[in-house]
């Protein structure tokens, strides 16, 4: 079982059959479960670009059955239409026809996630998957995650799971874009009477961060945690394969200001994957709102395909080089 980066919550990611996230931001786990299939059932996924980038060659060549109320943007040799509605009655048919034919699903020995080969950061300073990977282990159960767009949107679906016991995960992928996780975030908290956690980057909050203030007004329990990378990380790793220069922010220290504008606040910066644990960790145990800033190298390679120089994917068999990335053509021109 795969999702789609928009669908991280449409099946428990802590299952023994669950390999991972399709698409740009995905994982090779997935792709090679798609290479090792005859036969793709995919499930109101309409398989968009974000979705199929990387794995639209194994697609095409294989028989891919789709059930859903639209058919996918993908060529599906069968499409069977329903409505949201009778999703399930529609794929327990689908079943019982592959059982009569004798088709089988793929066995698994337990979840299998493997990651893109993204690179550490040279100075020793955190990564994208170090602060990711202290959030999946540290947010309660039956809680939310809100990951914006971005550098840090695409790390939160790489090493995120889903929080366990129905926890839900939003990403602001064809929702409003950048800035789209604080006011998701606070009505994600106001549907469930649970702890939300948003996850943005710098860019992001200067769309729309103050809205932490409402947050704040009511004692919303949701936890900020805001990526500074000094810039609009995705478009300055764009301009660094393209131009091979960077346009970056100057540095600001996010937690200070916004705790000296809002005294109601808890807000700090960790500067270590035990810190951001630790403090995640003490959100849950009281009802206020908190902000955590993590600092993150501006060159810093998120695990995204179309930013990763070609070089690193060609070292992964799993991880194809995406149409797009060898940019020499681009380089040349005036």
Request: avoid cysteine; charged fraction near 10%; proline fraction near 9%.
């Given at each position: 079982m795969a999702v789609e980066p928009d669908a991280m919550d449409a099946y428990?990611?802590?299952?023994?059959?669950?390999?991972?996230?399709?698409?740009?931001?995905?994982?090779?786990?997935?792709?090679e479960a798609i290479a090792r299939a005859d036969l793709c059932l995919a499930v109101g996924a309409r398989l968009g670009q974000?979705?199929?980038?990387?794995i639209a060659d194994l697609l095409a060549a294989r028989t891919l059955l789709h059930v859903g109320s639209r058919p996918p943007w993908l060529t599906a040799q069968h499409h069977v239409p329903a409505p949201s509605s009778a999703?399930?009655?529609?794929?327990?048919?689908?079943?019982a026809c592959l059982s009569?034919?004798?088709?089988?699903?793929?066995a698994t020995d337990g979840p299998h996630l493997s990651h893109l080969p993204v690179p550490r950061p040279s100075r020793g300073q955190l990564s994208y998957r170090d602060f990711a990977e202290a959030?999946?282990?540290?947010?309660?159960?039956?809680?939310?995650?809100v990951a914006d767009a971005g550098n840090t949107g695409s790390a939160a679906v790489h090493y995120i799971r889903t929080p366990a016991e129905n926890g839900r995960f939003i990403l602001a992928l064809g929702m409003g874009g950048m800035g789209f996780s604080f006011g998701a975030g606070i009505g994600a908290m106001l549907a469930t009477g649970k702890r939300s956690y948003v996850i943005a980057g710098d860019g992001s909050f200067l769309m729309h961060g103050l809205e932490i203030?409402?947050?704040i007004e009511y004692r919303m329990p949701i936890t900020f945690i805001i990526v500074n990378n000094d810039g609009n990380a995705a478009c300055s790793g764009r301009e660094r394969l393209i131009l091979h220069q960077a346009n970056i922010f100057r540095h600001s220290t996010l937690a200070g200001g916004i705790g000296a504008m809002f005294s109601a606040i808890d807000a700090r910066r960790?500067?270590?994957?035990?810190?951001?644990?630790s403090m995640i960790e003490e959100t849950d145990g009281d009802g206020g709102t908190h902000l955590i800033e993590v600092c993150i190298p501006n060159d810093a390679h998120?695990?995204?395909?179309?930013?990763l120089p070609a070089e690193i994917i060609e070292q992964h068999p799993t991880a194809p080089a995406v149409p797009g990335n060898d940019l020499e053509g681009y380089r040349d021109r005036d």
């Open positions: 428990d990611n802590h299952a023994p059959n669950f390999v991972g996230v399709l698409g740009a931001m995905g994982h090779p786990s997935a792709r974000m979705a199929t980038t990387g999703l399930t009655p529609a794929i327990h048919q689908v079943t009569r034919r004798r088709m089988r699903v793929a959030i999946s282990a540290s947010v309660g159960a039956g809680t939310t995650v203030h409402t947050a960790a500067s270590s994957v035990s810190t951001l644990r998120p695990p995204y395909l179309p930013l």
